[in-house]
T-cell receptor, first 115, second 111 residues
Framework: DTEVTQTPKHLVMGMTNKKSLKCEQHMGHRAMYWYKQKAKKPPELMFV???????INESVPSRFSPECPNSSLLNLHLHALQPEDSALYLC??????????????FGAGSRLTVL | SQQGEEDPQALSIQEGENATMNCSYKTSINNLQWYRQNSGRGLVHLILIRSNEREKHSGRLRVTLDTSKKSSSLLITASRAADTASYFCATLTGGGNKLTFGTGTQLKVEL
């Protein structure tokens, strides 16, 4: 299995809703990532988990809450979002090890619209 | 924060022509990678070049790296309509898992 699966593909939510984005991989990768991408812009790193521990938080607002329940799953919990948070949210995974690698395998993304 | 700037921002060529994209970055790197993204979808890894390498080939792709100029280029030879996509360079910095993407080049290959 060489895929990263993201659900849902599309999500529309109001500013008072609570929702979650889910990501799953079965490649044995021990690093998992959340990126946010606005239209015609590059992906921006949000969070990195390494061996199920949060290793990088790029000063993301607390209305985004990541969770890594086990080595195969990564969640992004969303609460009280703003319309400007509408974007494509990309999950990725990679092997860990010597810092010369870190090739990321991406999921297809979850397109979030906040009304 | 953005590490890489790419140029051109957009490139339109005819099928069969070569496409060259350039990437400049700001800080020391461990490696530099190129990714491709079809419209609104996930990114796909194309090729990786380490900081001690100068050139690398993979099929129709050729990547060069000049660490003294902090720049890289991606050449796609004999382009096809299916190569139409956005192409991003990405740099791995520090000892962790931080991969930062450049601004991207939108390539359109016309029949």
């Amino acid at each position: 299995d060489t895929e990263v699966t993201q659900t849902p593909k599309h999500l529309v939510m109001g500013m008072t809703n609570k929702k979650s984005l889910k990501c799953e991989q079965h490649m044995g990768h021990r690093a998992m990532y959340w990126y946010k991408q606005k239209a015609k812009k590059p992906p921006e790193l949000m969070f990195v988990y390494s061996y199920e521990k949060l290793s990088i938080n790029e000063s993301v607002p607390s209305r985004f809450s990541p969770e890594c329940p086990n080595s195969s799953l990564l969640n992004l919990h969303l609460h009280a979002l703003q319309p400007e948070d509408s974007a494509l949210y990309l999950c990725a995974s990679s092997q860990t090890g010597p810092s010369g690698a870190n090739v990321l395998t991406f999921g297809a993304g979850s397109r979030l619209t906040v009304l | 924060s953005q590490q890489g700037e790419e140029d051109p921002q957009a490139l339109s060529i005819q099928e069969g022509e070569n496409a060259t994209m350039n990437c400049s970055y700001k800080t020391s790197i461990n490696n530099l990678q190129w990714y491709r993204q079809n419209s609104g979808r996930g990114l796909v890894h194309l090729i990786l070049i380490r900081s001690n390498e100068r050139e690398k080939h993979s099929g129709r792709l050729r990547v060069t790296l000049d660490t003294s100029k902090k720049s890289s280029s991606l050449l796609i030879t004999a382009s096809r309509a299916a190569d139409t996509a956005s192409y991003f360079c990405a740099t791995l910095t520090g000892g962790g898992n931080k991969l930062t993407f450049g601004t991207g080049t939108q390539l359109k290959v016309e029949l």
